[in-house]
């Protein structure tokens, strides 16, 4: 998220109701079994039971009733009682372990007073149902609860806890033991069964695991990419938006899933990428914005900035009905298609906050119930800190946090292959327990240390929305890029045509040696952009001057205010023949820019045909073609748009001039200006020298709205000029790759247009 992203308010858990329709209560059933755990065996029976549940933040009320045929089909059961024998089980790991003697549970809770072991057990006719209440004379060592239970199924069987401790919300605790809570460790968790389905609105999440299946096969030939980072070009998309849209032509039961985006891998080859960053695949719940009436209740939350699990792939992501186990085999399997192709997987994480809200509007799910003042930042009132927005921060340096964290990342690698991390809104990262910047953060620190994470790309985010502004500033330990909003910022304005960036704008395509070029710090630290998720995009921002935010029922008040966007004459679609051509000239601009500048350059998912968002810059709740790829709009544009940017991205991937493992010298760069000081200069150009093959790149922006003509530089001895790009040639002459001959001493550059040449 961007530092000015508005804050994501959270919904109360609502009332689970039986007579609402399709959101009957689906947490674990007490059953009136709860027995302390001694070692002796526990045993179950059937539910057979007819349960009306109410729960309020206060209360809960069972009502049992039983029927004479229950009470004798109880009785009919009771020669056949399934038993468990249980023992006090071992303190790690945290989270679901299989064991000698059978399944082991750990939770950490330092304040808690009382833990309770929910399972639900599958069955062929009904479910079995066992709450098991943890003895901490037994079943505690440290702040860890634990218990082994015996003769439990392999898989399929879901769990969550109960926990109690205590009650002074001035001391910063949260617990209510009526509330079934999700294992923070949990590596597998079953939510709801299908994407945005309003019908299981309040479905429960619970912790789940699968000790049956076999490994998951990589393949003897497997390998991973292991692309430098100076070669990547990052591609950020969503895996659901990617395919989920009817035009994308594949079978509905993949669309929107992992093996969607699998059938696609060809477009990917083609448009030139080789790395994708996907917006958070973690679980999530898509319809938190809907648990309680309010001005955003029509939402679904298709971007995930708003994590239940930090070990979980979203389990909605796979194909069909959306299954824990099955998802984390297709994720495997998406990595695995990626890797083959070529292409290295940066996963797009959160852990800044959770789901889990505000006190205004609590959605209490895991954490929060679990040990409040461990896992969130609290203000001297005990009350949740909120620096990310989205009404709680969490305590990412507390050694039991950071841990988790730590867990996370390294279970993503091992378990997920992934290549790497960007780390949303990371300046949390590196804040103090009470909130206070950290000059050195332990977690930032672990984190590029550690040799487990050695391999991974790690991208910071470096803003929150507490105003720690890092960019440049980020601790980094020679290893943190960053997403370079200087570079967003700086490349619009000039390109738009302020005045006074000529400067600005040559210090960012030259790689932002101002920011960088401190100890050994590479120009590829600097994630270079124009457009992410969050904002225009790039359609949009030659498009509209202001945000059109009204379709997200906040009156238009969330979203950044300042987007540096120009609208080339008209605010929105238009007509307008020239002031077309302008924007389609204007896109190629700075596409241009971005794939001819020192660092790693990311665009964004659509930009690609040109996607629109119609003006809305914060679009993270529209489960609708708002949001989706739009396949029909690429075939559209495939022989025009589309083949200038792929061109380009192939283009910069065969020019070692452009992507500089150090900063440029002074005989690698020549800067054909002597206009410096003059705030009405909007006209650049450059060589980028090759010492060793000859092949220079040169390079003109022009930012007026008037012809320049350009005295072209004499190319390398036994060379001559020809010109690969001139963004005011109309297609297929915007982009030749082999070059065309004849370039003259002198260019006419248009206006508002740039230009490419390249010596043989």
Not at 29 to 58: D, N
Not at 123 to 131: F, G
Not at 234 to 239: A, G, L, P, R, T
Not at 492 to 510: E, L, Q
Request: aromatic letters at 12%; hydrophobic letters at 35%.
């Amino acid at each position: 998220m961007l530092a000015s992203s508005p804050s994501y308010s959270r919904a109360p858990p609502s009332l689970h109701s039986s007579s609402s329709s399709g959101n009957a209560f689906t947490g674990f059933i007490p059953i009136g079994l709860v027995e302390k755990v001694t070692g002796s065996p526990i045993r179950t029976r059937r539910s057979a039971l007819k349960v009306t549940c109410r729960r309020s933040a206060q209360e809960r009320v069972i009502e049992e009733k039983e029927s004479s045929s229950q009470k004798m089909a109880a009785e009919e059961t009771n020669n056949n009682k399934q038993s468990f024998k249980v023992s006090s089980g071992e303190k790690s790991p945290l989270g679901v372990s299989q064991v000698d003697k059978g399944i082991n549970f750990a939770l950490f809770s330092h304040n808690a007073t009382s833990v309770t072991l929910s399972l639900s057990l599958p069955h062929k006719d009904d479910v079995n149902v066992v709450e098991l209440v943890l003895d901490p004379s037994v079943n505690k060592t440290g702040d860890t609860w634990h218990i082994c239970v015996e003769d439990l199924p392999l898989r399929n069987v879901l769990y969550g806890y109960r926990v109690d401790g205590p009650g002074e919300w001035n001391q910063g605790h949260r617990f209510d033991s009526s509330v079934l809570l999700l294992d923070p460790y949990a590596k597998l968790v079953r939510g709801r069964s299908f994407f945005g389905d309003s019908n299981q609105k309040f479905a429960q999440f619970y912790g789940t695991y699968d000790f049956e299946s076999s490994p998951f096969d990589w393949g003897d030939d497997y390998k991973f990419p292991n692309i430098p980072e100076k070669d990547l070009v990052i591609y950020e998309m969503n895996v659901r938006a990617f395919t989920a849209d009817e035009s994308s032509g594949i079978d509905p039961s993949i669309a929107g899933s992992y093996l969607g985006l699998i059938e696609k891998i060809p477009h990917l080859l083609d448009l030139g990428i080789n790395a994708v960053e996907l917006l958070p695949v973690f679980e999530f719940d898509e319809l938190e914005l809907q648990r309680r009436p309010n001005p955003r209740d029509h939402m679904v939350n298709t971007w995930g900035y708003s994590t239940v699990n930090f070990f979980a792939p979203m389990s909605r992501y796979a194909s069909g009905e959306g299954d824990p186990i099955k998802a984390s085999k297709e994720f495997k399997e998406m990595v695995k298609a990626l890797h083959s192709a070529g292409i290295e997987v940066i996963l797009d994480v959160v852990y800044n906050h959770t789901n889990e809200a505000d006190d205004k509007y609590p959605y209490t799910t895991s954490f929060r119930g679990i040990d409040n003042n461990i896992y969130y930042m609290l203000d001297p009132n005990n009350q949740l800190l909120n620096y990310s927005g989205c009404g709680n921060t969490l305590n990412c340096n507390h050694p039991v946090v950071m841990e988790l964290i730590l867990d996370s990342l390294k279970h993503w690698v091992t378990e997920y292959h992934v290549d790497g991390f960007r780390f949303d809104l990371a300046s949390v990262l590196c804040r103090d327990t009470d909130g206070s910047p950290l000059s050195a953060p332990p977690l930032i620190r672990a984190i590029a240390k550690d040799s487990v994470l050695s391999r991974c790309k790690i991208i910071a985010e470096p803003w929150d929305c507490g105003g720690l502004y890092l960019v440049g500033k980020f601790p980094n330990w020679d290893r943190w890029a960053e997403w370079n909003g200087m570079y967003r910022d700086d490349v619009r304005r000039f390109i738009k045509g302020d005045c006074g960036m000529k400067g600005s704008f040559a210090t960012r395509v030259s790689g932002s040696s101002d920011l960088y070029q401190v100890n050994q710090r590479k120009p590829y630290h600097g994630v270079n952009f124009i457009i992410a998720h969050d904002g225009f995009t790039l359609r949009d921002l030659v498009t509209y001057n202001s945000k059109h935010n009204e379709a997200n029922g906040e009156g238009g008040n969330d979203g950044c205010n300042d987007n540096y966007s120009w609208n080339c004459g008209s605010e929105g679609e238009t007509g307008d023949a020239h002031i077309k051509s302008l924007r389609v000239r204007q896109m190629k601009n700075f596409h241009l820019a971005l794939m001819i500048s020192q660092g790693t350059p990311m665009m964004l998912m659509g930009d690609e045909y040109g996607h629109t968002r119609y003006g809305n810059n914060n679009s993270y709740g529209h489960d609708t073609a708002l949001n989706n790829f739009q396949w029909k709009e690429l075939d559209a544009k495939k022989e025009n748009h589309f083949r200038f940017f792929s061109e380009l991205i192939k283009f910069r991937h065969s020019h070692h001039v452009l992507k500089h493992e150090n900063f440029l010298s002074k005989g690698e760069i020549t800067w054909h200006e002597d206009n410096w000081d003059n705030p009405e200069s909007k006209f650049l150009a450059f060589t980028l020298h090759d010492g060793v093959s000859g092949q220079d790149v040169y390079a003109a922006f022009n930012a007026h709205d008037y012809f320049v003509k350009a005295l072209i530089p004499l190319p390398p001895p036994g060379k001559q000029w020809f010109r690969v790009a001139d963004t005011n040639l109309e297609s297929p002459n915007d982009f030749v790759k082999e070059g065309v001959a004849g370039v003259a001493e002198t260019y006419n550059v248009a206006p508002f247009s740039s230009i490419l040449l390249k010596s043989m």
